[in-house]
Structure formats: C-alpha cells, structure tokens
C-alpha cells in the first residue's frame, strides 16, 4: 500500500520466504519424526536435512532481525511524535503519561529479550529502559493522584469509564513493573555462564 517504502517491503518479504522455507522444511522433518520414518532409512534423510534446516533456520534468524529493525526505525520515531502531539494537544496529562509508560514499556521489553541470536541481555540497557519506564510510572500515577477529578469529568470523551480504565491500567502497569524488577534480580543472582 502506498507510500512505498522499498526498504521495508525488501524485509518483509524475505522474512515471509524465510518463514515459508523454514515452515516446509519443520513439516517434512515432523512427519519424519512422528512416523519414526528414521528407523526405516537409519537417519539417513535426518542426517542430510540436518545442514539445510540449519541453514534455513539462519536465514530465518537474520531475516526476524532485519524485518524487526526495520519495523522500529518506522514506529519508534512514528511512537515519539505521536507523544509530542499528544503533549502539544493536551499537556502532560493523563493520555501522555499513558503513552509515555507504553513506549518505555515496549523498549524495556526489548532490553530483556534482544532480537537474533545473542540471547546475553545488555544489563545496563536494562537497568536504563527500567528506569526510564519506572519514571514514566510514577510520573503517571502522580498526575493521576492529585487530578483524579478529571477522570470523573462528564465532558471527557473516556467518561464514564476513565477512571476505571486508568485503575486498571496503573494496576497492571504496576504488575508488569514488578515482573521486571524480579527478571532482573533473577538475572543478576544468575550463573556468569
């Protein structure tokens, strides 16, 4: 669909050639599996699959990456300006700090689960996206705490379910706050290998 953007469509159809290859390649090999068609040939299809299920699963790996790089450099910046709109229209109130919390919330989760092979997580990288979403939090829920009136204003477009949409957003934010914390003393009480 338009506008064009060649970069993006390059990615994701090798992504989608990638998947497909992989796909047809993990269906043969599960066949071969279930039937137990390997006692029959003595591994011998398993064995010369082995190499092409490596390689396919590689260009699979190198073509998640490219495709999810691409994809950030469109909605990272695209997820900023929609924050500065949103400050630009209305301050920083309630559907900023809502926006905010959601963006800082996405780059924790990928400070914990890093794209490609390299599954070592950047400790500072999450230590500073934990941060960042833990202000964000705070900021949210100190707003909210001395403007709770707000939400109850029959004029708002949310009314009536803003302050209960706000509620359980804070709550699970809050959950999703203390999962992090704990994945992280989990990493730090961890083996170095």
Same mark, same amino acid.
């Given at each position: ?52 299920? +490596? ?26 300006? +929609?924050?500065?709109?949103?400050? $630009? ?5 309630? $559907? ?12 924790? +989760? ?84």
């Amino acid at each position: 669909l338009p506008p064009s953007d060649p970069k993006l469509e390059e990615a994701g159809s090798e992504f989608s050639l990638a998947a497909t290859e992989i796909d047809q390649l993990m269906t043969e090999m599960d066949t071969y599996y279930e039937l137990k068609l390997f006692k029959d040939d003595k591994w011998a299809k398993g064995k010369a699959m082995h190499p092409k299920l +490596v390689a396919a699963w590689n260009r699979f790996s190198t073509a998640d990456k490219n495709l999810h790089d691409t994809l950030d450099g469109i909605t990272k910046p695209l997820a900023q300006r +929609v924050l500065a709109r949103i400050e $630009r229209e209305d301050g920083k109130k309630f $559907r900023y700090g809502r926006k905010k919390v959601l963006i800082t919330a996405r780059e924790l +989760v990928e400070a914990s689960d890093p794209i490609g092979e390299d599954d070592d997580i950047d400790g500072a990288r999450y230590v500073a996206a934990y941060t960042e979403f833990e202000k964000g939090l705070d900021e949210l829920i100190a707003y909210g705490t001395g403007h709770r009136a707000e939400l109850s204003d029959s004029r708002s477009p949310a009314f009536p379910l803003a302050e209960s949409n706000y509620n359980q957003f804070v709550k699970e934010a809050n959950d999703f706050k203390r999962a992090a914390k704990d994945f992280w003393r989990c990493l730090q009480d961890a083996p170095a290998k």
